[in-house]
């Protein structure tokens, strides 16, 4: 390109780059200023301050040298003198410009050269903002595509108006992409990166699945049936949990369709992965009893406060509930969130009978009763001593060949033990080197106090620092599985949320915090809260006017 070029000739090639491109013209004309600038510049000296302006309308192109205003020029090529720049413009003050025109050039070939990578440039720029911002709102959209080359496992996804990526591990296992396949995603991520916006694309996220029931199921898309939650082994096996909020509508029924048509369109999509469609129900038990199917459950336990459901099934159901290799159990761990283990109900039998012989000699050895009163306590559902020391003695009492007088020498043999206990655990304390001040935090008993000196955690600001997963623990999911890490204080029965609040008392009473500063946060929680709640207030009305739109313009 040169500047010879006619002014017409300039404004045609603008407006086809902005056509070919999908950006404004006006960003086209600034590259080619640009590009007249800067070889402009290797014309007239690098140094020389250099304006180009190009007019939208008739193409005409302007060349000026700015001259900064100073006192005393030191280089006539970017100064001028305040008392010349005065003849020149009555109003001019020190620190201003005074533009200088220059006469029209041509380029020569490397000028042009150079000035045409400027333009490339600039315009592979604003294509990469444009294609940004367009994608930057899709996220959570499934989009469609043709693949355009495969690298490394990669397969890089030509969308029209820009360019994806899907990711080896983001591809459906055994599933072979060729060159001009039409492929269909989700996107669940766009950034900007230094090579222009990336667009990464997933065919085994959760929510690909959740997509396609949307678009094969109308009562989801109009919101009637919600999908609570999805787990996928891609390729393989998905459970997904719905719920109906219209009790005439059938949300398993609804999802799979007449003769099982819309559940097969979406396996169809996802390679034949097998999908189980289970009613979601708000009590845990029966939850997590719908996502074993099709194995049959005899009886589940559940532990709240670890998240965590014994699960009792036959004995001919075992392998069934479990899946080839775990799947099953796995998939339906995902989907509820709770950890689940799944033993028999002979495996169920033994374990209730060793925590019971364990009970039973727990009170022989800590009450110095024969074999038989343990027996008994233990099956009248005693777990602890510290229930018997402070229970009510009628409790005791009321069992039957117990009477008063045997009720409370068990109560007071109880309290003995415990007090012998104590003892002996605080002997522990002090060996250990454990500082008395622990104990002024609510919740603090020397077992834990000895369980932290074990730990190396004695002193006040020992235990100020920790977190709470440091004392009750945390999970993972690694691999699909959940993993479990213990913390200092994990035999206990404690929660998180008491943790931080002990952890607390311990930032407060060594001064890392203020009551002060627990009011600040409180409100700034409660804050939070409320504006999480005004958005979802207005998600909802937006929905609501969004499908009252639909209504109407349907009924139009």
């Excluded at 201003?96 to 029209?104: G, Q, V, Y």
């Excluded at 005693?382 to 003695?393: K, Q, T």
């Excluded at 204080?489 to 915090?513: C, H, K, P």
């Excluded at 009551?515 to 207030?537: K, Q």
Aim: aromatic share 6%; with cysteine; charged share 35%.
């Amino acid at each position: 390109m040169a500047v010879s070029a006619n002014r017409l000739e300039l404004l045609q090639i603008a407006d086809a780059v902005a056509r070919e491109k999908s950006i404004d013209r006006e960003i086209v004309l600034t590259a080619m200023a640009d590009a007249i600038q800067k070889a402009a510049k290797s014309r007239y000296g690098s140094e020389t301050n250099i304006r180009a302006d190009i007019n939208p309308k008739t193409g005409e192109i302007h060349l000026q040298r700015l001259l900064e205003v100073v006192e005393e020029a030191e280089d006539y090529n970017t100064q001028i003198p305040l008392t010349l720049a005065l003849d020149r413009n009555p109003e001019a003050k020190l620190g201003d410009f005074i533009a200088d025109p220059l006469p029209p050039m041509d380029f020569g070939r490397i000028a042009a050269q150079s000035a045409k990578q400027v333009i490339v440039q600039k315009v592979r720029e604003a294509e990469r903002d444009r294609q940004f911002d367009e994608y930057k709102d899709r996220i959570g959209e499934i989009v469609n595509g043709t693949v355009k080359r495969v690298e490394y496992g990669n397969v890089i996804v030509d969308l029209g108006r820009g360019e994806a990526i899907i990711r080896r591990d983001e591809m459906i296992p055994r599933e072979v992409p060729r060159y001009g396949d039409r492929i269909r995603a989700y996107v669940y991520d766009v950034r900007r990166e230094q090579r222009g916006p990336q667009i990464f694309l997933s065919r085994t996220h959760p929510q690909f699945m959740v997509k396609l029931f949307t678009m094969e199921v109308p009562e989801i898309y109009d919101g009637i049936i919600t999908i609570k939650s999805v787990a996928r082994d891609p390729g393989s096996r998905a459970k997904i949990a719905v719920i109906s909020s219209d009790s005439s509508i059938d949300p398993v029924g609804a999802c799979v369709g007449m003769r099982g048509s819309r559940v097969q369109a979406v396996v169809g999509e996802l390679q034949g992965e097998k999908i189980d469609i289970i009613p979601w129900s708000e009590d845990p038990a029966s939850f997590i009893v719908n996502a074993l199917q099709p194995a049959e459950v005899a009886k589940v336990v559940l532990d709240e406060d670890a998240e965590r459901i014994d699960v009792v099934v036959p004995d001919d159901q075992l392998s069934l509930a479990i899946g080839r290799r775990g799947q099953n159990v796995r998939l339906a761990s995902q989907l509820t969130g709770w950890d689940i283990d799944i033993m028999t109900e002979n495996e169920e039998s033994e374990r209730r009978q060793k925590e019971f012989n364990e009970r039973s000699q727990l009170f022989m050895d800590a009450l110095d009763v024969d074999e038989m009163v343990g027996q008994v306590l233990a099956s009248e559902g005693f777990a602890a001593i510290e229930e018997l020391a402070y229970v009510e003695l009628d409790e005791i009492s009321s069992i039957e060949g117990f009477d008063e007088e045997t009720a409370e020498e068990i109560q007071m043999r109880a309290k003995e033990f415990l007090e012998r206990q104590e003892a002996e655990l605080d002997e522990k304390r002090r060996e250990l080197g454990v500082s008395d001040d622990l104990r002024q935090i609510d919740g603090m008993t020397l077992a834990m106090m000895v369980a932290l000196g074990e730990d190396d955690i004695k002193t006040m600001e020992d235990f100020a620092g920790c977190a709470a997963d440091d004392l009750v623990g945390w999970t993972e999911r690694q691999n699909g599985q959940t993993k479990r890490f213990e913390g200092t204080l994990s035999g206990f029965d404690l929660s998180r949320v008491e943790a931080e609040n002990m952890v607390v008392q311990a930032r407060l009473a060594v001064g890392w915090i203020t009551e002060e500063d627990l009011a600040v946060a409180e409100e700034v929680d409660e804050d939070e809260e409320a504006l999480a709640e005004d958005g979802v207030a207005e998600e909802g009305a937006a929905e609501e006017q969004a499908s009252s739109d639909d209504e109407a313009g349907k009924s139009a």
